[in-house]
Nanobody, 122 residues
Framework: QVQLVQSGGGLVQAGGSLRLSCVAS????????VGWFRQAPGKEREFVAS????????SYADSVKGRFTISRDNAKNTVYLQMISLQLEDTAVYYC???????????????WGQGTQVTVSS
């Protein structure tokens, strides 16, 4: 049973940067596809980024392409989401997830972090 514990997030001004971390235990993160999702108040959880197990292949939502980067540190069993040029619309609770295959649907990921709030202010 993989457990994911998130850290990072917080309050940042528009145009600023943040890095979210997601530490895995009970499993090796490089054996799983990993994804980041976010959920704003009153909205459904939406796909942000994903990375394939083992390999370098990544996918991003159009709204974050060029601004967000998903990466993995196998030695630390940790997945990161580096966010730059943050916009007001990026305000949401962010979740990391792990599963057998890279996907945009939240239902494809059986393991989830606890979520962390990112608030972008003007």
């Amino acid at each position: 049973q993989v457990q994911l514990v998130q850290s990072g997030g917080g309050l940042v001004q528009a145009g600023g940067s943040l890095r979210l971390s997601c530490v895995a235990s009970g499993g090796t993160v490089s054996n799983y596809a990993v994804g980041w999702f976010r959920q704003a108040p009153g909205k459904e959880r939406e796909f942000v980024a994903s990375r394939s197990p083992g390999g370098p292949w990544t996918s991003y939502a159009d709204s974050v392409k060029g601004r967000f980067t998903i990466s993995r540190d196998n030695a630390k069993n940790t997945v990161y989401l580096q966010m730059i040029s943050l916009q007001l619309e990026d305000t949401a609770v962010y979740y990391c997830a792990a599963g057998p295959t890279r996907a945009v649907e939240p239902s494809k990921y059986p393991y989830w972090g606890q979520g962390t709030q990112v608030t972008v202010s003007s």
